[in-house]
Every structure is written in structure tokens, then in C-alpha cells.
């Protein structure tokens, strides 16, 4: 039997797999940071500068699924998520891309060199941040299966667990934050500023 016209309309598409592509390019851009700080730590410039133009890259096609989406989002009546919650997703998942090219960004300008105090530092707060991104990118992955379960059963426990994980490279990358902050009020002094 062929599905009516008026259900298509009236329960649409789903709206999750063009947020698994968005967070999988975010995702993917972040990850450049760790390269791109590779290559800030050794001061080749003409490698920070190539991975510079990885995540621009990356950014940019973030912004095109962005709008994508944004067009595209089903209006319909009976999303399984509510459309402005898929659109406050959305946009918490954009800032990703953005504060990734926001911060090689500024460092390449200003050819920034790393205090060799804060280099090993530096590098496990960038691992931490992107193995977050990481985390909520398996998490927004197993949201398809979360939805045809009706939220419950094994696929909660799955995701109550992955969030419960996330929560804890947040809370790491938080503390390991702090230290680098510390550290580098520490020999601030003698920095050019």
C-alpha cells in the first residue's frame, strides 16, 4: 500500500541524519586542531598555515550544511524532536567549526609562539576538547536509534552512558583548563605581550 501524501506531509523526515553530517564535519575540524598545534609547537608557520586552511575548509562546509538544514528542517506537525530544540542543536553544534577557525585564526595572525611551560599542557586540554566533540558526535549517531526505540530501553541506557561520558571529558578538559591558565599566568611576565 502506498503511504498517503497527507502523512508524508503531516510526520515528514526525519531531521537527525543532516545533524549526524553537520556534527561530523564539526567534528572533523576540530580534530585539524591537533596537527594545527603540532605545528604551532615546532613555529612552522607554513604548516600551521595549511591546517589554518583545512578548517576554513572544514568551517565553510559546516555553514553550507548549516544552511541546508536550517532551510530544509521538515515543518511538519509531528517531528520526533521539537524543531526548535533541533535548531538550538544546531547552532551549539556551529559554534564548534567556529571557535576552531576563530582560534588558529588568531594564533596564525600573530605567528603566536607557545611557552614551552604550557606546550605538553596545551596539547592534552586540544586532545580532551576534541575527543568531546568526538563523544557528542557518537552520541548524536546512536539519536536515530534512541527515536525508533521511543526512548527507552537499551538504547537510553546506551545514550545515558555516552552523555555520562561526555560529562567526564568535559569536567577533564575543564580542570585541565585551569591548569593551563595557571601555568601560564606563571611566566606571563616575561612574555611579549
Given at each position: 500500500?502506498?503511504?498517503?501524501?497527507?502523512?508524508?506531509?503531516?510526520?515528514?523526515?526525519?531531521?537527525?541524519?543532516?545533524?549526524?553530517?553537520?556534527?561530523?564535519?564539526?567534528?572533523?575540524?576540530?580534530?585539524?586542531?591537533?596537527?594545527?598545534?603540532?605545528?604551532?609547537?615546532?613555529?612552522?608557520?607554513?604548516?600551521?598555515?595549511?591546517?589554518?586552511?583545512?578548517?576554513?575548509?572544514?568551517?565553510?562546509?559546516?555553514?553550507?550544511?548549516?544552511?541546508?538544514?536550517?532551510?530544509?528542517?521538515?515543518?511538519?506537525?509531528?517531528?520526533?524532536v521539537?524543531?526548535?530544540?533541533?535548531?538550538?542543536?544546531?547552532?551549539?553544534?556551529?559554534r564548534?567549526?567556529?571557535?576552531?577557525?576563530?582560534?588558529?585564526?588568531?594564533?596564525?595572525?600573530?605567528?603566536?609562539?607557545?611557552?614551552?611551560?604550557?606546550?605538553?599542557?596545551?596539547?592534552?586540554?586540544?586532545?580532551?576538547?576534541?575527543?568531546?566533540?568526538?563523544?557528542?558526535?557518537?552520541?548524536?549517531?546512536?539519536?536515530?536509534?534512541?527515536?525508533?526505540?521511543?526512548?527507552?530501553?537499551?538504547?537510553i541506557?546506551?545514550?545515558?552512558?555516552?552523555?555520562?561520558?561526555?560529562?567526564?571529558?568535559?569536567?577533564?578538559?575543564?580542570?585541565?583548563?585551569?591548569?593551563?591558565?595557571?601555568?601560564?599566568m606563571?611566566?606571563?611576565?616575561?612574555?611579549?605581550?
Amino acid at each position: 500500500m502506498a503511504s498517503s501524501p497527507i502523512f508524508t506531509k503531516l510526520f515528514g523526515r526525519s531531521p537527525i541524519a543532516p545533524l549526524q553530517d553537520h556534527m561530523s564535519v564539526s567534528a572533523e575540524c576540530a580534530g585539524v586542531l591537533v596537527a594545527y598545534f603540532e605545528s604551532v609547537f615546532a613555529e612552522d608557520w607554513a604548516g600551521a598555515n595549511d591546517n589554518y586552511e583545512k578548517i576554513g575548509g572544514l568551517e565553510e562546509k559546516a555553514d553550507k550544511l548549516k544552511r541546508e538544514i536550517r532551510i530544509n528542517l521538515p515543518k511538519s506537525l509531528f517531528l520526533p524532536v521539537s524543531r526548535s530544540d533541533l535548531l538550538e542543536l544546531l547552532h551549539m553544534q556551529d559554534r564548534i567549526p567556529n571557535r576552531a577557525k576563530d582560534i588558529a585564526g588568531l594564533i596564525l595572525g600573530r605567528k603566536m609562539p607557545i611557552p614551552q611551560e604550557v606546550r605538553s599542557l596545551l596539547k592534552e586540554y586540544v586532545e580532551l576538547s576534541v575527543s568531546a566533540t568526538s563523544f557528542a558526535l557518537d552520541a548524536l549517531n546512536e539519536l536515530d536509534d534512541l527515536i525508533v526505540h521511543g526512548f527507552s530501553g537499551r538504547e537510553i541506557e546506551l545514550i545515558e552512558k555516552m552523555l555520562s561520558n561526555l560529562g567526564d571529558v568535559e569536567h577533564e578538559s575543564d580542570v585541565k583548563q585551569i591548569e593551563v591558565r595557571s601555568t601560564l599566568m606563571a611566566v606571563e611576565g616575561r612574555l611579549n605581550p
